[in-house]
Nanobody, 127 residues
Framework: EVQLVESGGGLVHAGGSLRLSCATS????????IGWFRQAPGKEREGLSC????????YYADSVKGRFTISRDNAKNTLYLQMNSLKPDDTAVYYC????????????????????WGHGTQVTVSS
């Protein structure tokens, strides 16, 4: 059974930082591109970042480029998202997603809904 469990969310002041983790199981982690998306109440799903399988190539949405850093530890089957310089607009539920297509195709449309994801972790940024 594919499982993705996000953690690390919380309440932080604007300008602060959080590090999200996504522990995975049930699939060969290093065979899949994996990434993060978020969804705020009343807003569309927003793809944030993805990372390729073995060479570690990364891709970011413009809204988080330069502030967020994605990384993966294939030995631990875990994905991370370091979030710095957080803004109130970053408030949302954050999800990690195992992508069912190629990394390159995912970078062509980061908002694509094509894979498996967890229950999410809430991030709230106060002004």
């Amino acid at each position: 059974e594919v499982q993705l469990v996000e953690s690390g969310g919380g309440l932080v002041h604007a300008g602060g930082s959080l590090r999200l983790s996504c522990a995975t199981s049930g699939f060969p982690f290093d065979d899949y591109a994996i990434g993060w998306f978020r969804q705020a109440p009343g807003k569309e799903r927003e793809g944030l970042s993805c990372i390729s399988t073995t060479d570690g190539s990364t891709y970011y949405a413009d809204s988080v480029k330069g502030r967020f850093t994605i990384s993966r530890d294939n030995a631990k089957n875990t994905l991370y998202l370091q979030m710095n310089s957080l803004k109130p607009d970053d408030t949302a539920v954050y999800y990690c997603m195992k992508y069912s297509g190629s990394y390159v195709s995912w970078t062509e449309n980061l908002d694509r809904d094509f894979g498996s994801w967890g229950h999410g972790t809430q991030v709230t940024v106060s002004s």
